[in-house]
């Protein structure tokens, strides 16, 4: 079955560290870029972080720049988000996404929820 | 940055006709997709290039391009549509949804 399996959320205080795990099957995994969306209780999609194939290149939302790394192992069909710094307004589902030029491919997401 | 505007909803009977737009300078250069989501369920692609529809979406929904205005169009809407609905783009190497739509069909 072609599918994406979020892990990794939880309750985490402010300032503090998670790490996102996203496992991928049923597909070629290293042919397709991906990406993390993300949906903050009731509001609307934000994306979040794209990675290219083999990792070439690398980008991010202005809104998580310098406090999420994004990262692949093809070898292990996996996708990771690297959340550090967290702040309140960083709580949300994480969408794992594939990228066939078109976010065709979600995971089911996992919520991450920062408070004290 | 890149900004889309949505409508935030949009009210249709069953049967009848629902347009839903998406604004923005960059769908002028930039092909624009269309998310329907369903409460507690994962978006799922229903327009891609603007107006090409992916395989297993009912053909009742299309999508056309104005300008800098895209258009979702569900033709005779049915209950199950009823969903929010959000436009996005991806351009110079960055996503962009818009605000989204919340569809009632009642």
């Known amino acids: 079955e072609v599918q994406l399996v979020e892990s990794g959320g939880g309750l985490v205080k402010p300032g503090g560290s998670l790490r996102l795990s996203c496992a991928a099957s049923g597909f070629t995994f290293s042919s397709h870029s991906m990406n993390w969306v993300r949906q903050a209780p009731g509001k609307g999609l934000e994306w979040v972080s794209s990675i290219t194939s083999v990792s070439t290149y690398i980008y991010y939302a202005d809104s998580v720049k310098g406090r999420f790394t994004i990262s692949r192992d093809n070898a292990k069909n996996s996708l990771y988000l690297q959340l550090n710094s967290l702040r309140a307004d960083d709580t949300a589902v994480y969408y794992c996404v594939r990228d066939t030029g078109d976010l065709d491919l979600w995971g089911q997401g996992t919520l991450v929820t920062v408070s004290s | ?106």
């Open chain 2, 1 to 106: 940055s890149y900004e889309l505007t949505q409508s935030s909803s949009v009210s249709v009977s069953p049967g009848q006709t629902a347009r839903i737009t998406c604004s923005g300078d960059i769908l002028a250069q930039k092909y624009a997709r269309w998310f329907q989501q369903k409460p507690g369920q994962a978006p799922v692609v229903v327009i891609y290039k603007d107006s090409e529809r992916p395989s297993g979406i009912p053909e009742r929904f299309s999508g056309f391009i104005s300008g800098t205005t895209v258009t979702l169009t569900i033709s005779g809407a049915q209950v199950e549509d009823e969903a929010d609905y959000y436009c996005y783009c991806a351009a110079d190497s960055r996503g962009v949804f818009g605000g989204g739509t919340k569809l009632t069909v009642l």
